[in-house]
């Protein structure tokens, strides 16, 4: 019997193939997409915020951060409350592209869903977020860095 991380990094890995695959020919593969979809949600949110919402260490999403600035997705601007802060924009660009991500993202949970009822879709939303949370928790309790 398979383990349930196994299960579930089988999931991310599939659905990261598909949002690539429906993405097209586009610079941004599917690890762009929680990144687009986290600072079009919220604009101006920090590098630090960005890497606590999505759970990636901070030089990963510096590192994503700087692709995205030097292709004209996102703008960075220092915070003008506290000068340690960066602070991350969408651009137009970015701000186009949004709406196929959640489209993708939406189409992508509709296949894997495909043949569930309703409220076995529920109950399986509820147990993800109860592991999340769990899993979120054990993070928070280290310390919360990534």
């Known amino acids: 019997m398979r383990s349930l991380i196994r299960h579930i990094n089988i999931i991310a890995r599939c659905a990261g193939m598909y949002r690539a695959d429906k993405l097209g020919s586009s610079e941004l593969g599917a690890v762009y997409h929680s ?4 600072i079009c949600n919220n604009p101006g949110v920090s590098q630090d915020e960005l890497a606590q919402n999505i759970y990636i260490n901070k030089s990963n999403v510096t590192r994503k951060i700087n692709f995205l600035e ?3 997705y996102v703008v960075r ?3 003008k409350t506290d000068r340690r802060v960066i602070n991350v924009y969408p651009t137009d660009k970015m701000t186009q592209l949004y709406p196929k991500i959640r489209q993708i993202t939406d189409d992508c949970n509709a296949y894997l869903t495909d043949g569930l009822t309703e409220q076995q ?3 399986f939303r509820q147990l993800l977020s109860y592991v999340s949370e769990r899993a979120i928790g054990y993070v928070n309790s280290r310390g919360g860095d990534v």
């Open 35 to 38: 990144y687009i979809l986290t």
């Open 70 to 72: 030097e292709n004209g």
């Open 77 to 79: 601007r220092q915070s």
């Open 121 to 123: 879709i529920e109950q």
